[in-house]
């Protein structure tokens, strides 16, 4: 038995385009993002790839890139599973700050510890601040345990527990599963899927709006590890521009 499972970053997004450290705030997708999404839904058909179920997080950046593809590949009617466990990572007090600006007063070190260290988590966000999400409906039944900051090992935590419940329990029932989510909590679920160091994951940049998959075999490792981009050459261009945010 085998699984197929297509992980999918949002296309660009506002923020994306605008240098910004997004995390948490619910911003939407350029028009560049929009045909990212609809060029994703065409490698899912070109690849015979079609979803049965897709799960996306709760930010409309996700949500609409899942929908602007399956309406291109002729899938909007499966069903659909939300949860706040597939959320971007959240970037704590540096949401709403320039990632150039940051660098360059903070220095290449702490930016990247920051950016990409997988334990130590930027410094907590303030309810007060407009980049909060204290009082967002969508999380009241966190609490207090909904986030104020979080580093990669906090998203491994919280969405490898989703993933391995919901997840392979759509894998499990035969259904192929696309998971639309973004750059950091898509990186929490890579380095579990590949069994990538905490070292080596710093190292790992996930491009918007291509597709990646995953063919797992009956004990849910995958088979062509790494994954396969469906556009391998696109893939790798915009994995490289990932990498050098934040540089001028
Ligand atoms: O700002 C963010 O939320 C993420 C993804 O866009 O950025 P980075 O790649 O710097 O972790």
């Not at 929490?188 to 491009?207: M, Q, R, T, W």
Request: proline residues 5%; negative net charge; contains cysteine.
């Amino acid at each position: 038995m085998a699984y197929d499972l297509i992980l999918l970053r949002h296309g660009q997004s506002d923020w994306n385009q605008k240098n910004l450290f997004t995390g948490w705030v619910d911003v939407q997708l350029t028009e560049a993002g929009r045909a990212e999404a609809a060029r994703g839904g065409e490698l899912l058909v070109e690849n015979n790839l079609l979803p049965d179920v897709v799960h996306t997080s709760l930010l409309q950046r996700a949500i609409t890139t899942a929908h602007l593809a399956l309406e291109t590949a002729d899938r909007l009617w499966i069903e659909v599973k939300r949860d706040w466990r597939l959320n971007e990572r959240h970037y704590g007090a540096l949401q709403g700050k320039n990632k150039t600006e940051i660098r360059e007063e903070y220095g290449e070190e702490q930016f990247m510890t920051w950016r990409r260290s997988y334990d130590t988590p930027p410094p907590e966000i303030n309810d007060d601040d407009p980049y909060s999400q204290a009082g967002d409906p969508r999380y009241a039944d966190l609490g207090d345990a909904a986030p104020k900051t979080e580093c990669l090992k906090d998203v491994v935590e919280r969405f490898i527990p989703y993933y391995e419940t919901e997840v392979i329990g759509d894998l499990k029932a035969g259904k192929t599963v696309l998971l639309a989510a973004h750059g950091n909590s898509l990186r929490a679920l890579v380095k579990y899927l590949d069994g990538i160091s905490d070292e080596d994951i710093a190292g790992l940049n996930i491009p918007t709006g291509i597709p990646l998959h995953y063919r797992l075999d009956e004990n849910f490792k995958p088979t062509n590890p790494g994954g396969t981009y469906l556009d391998p050459e696109a893939a790798k261009e915009a994995i490289q521009a990932v990498a050098n945010q934040g540089k001028k």
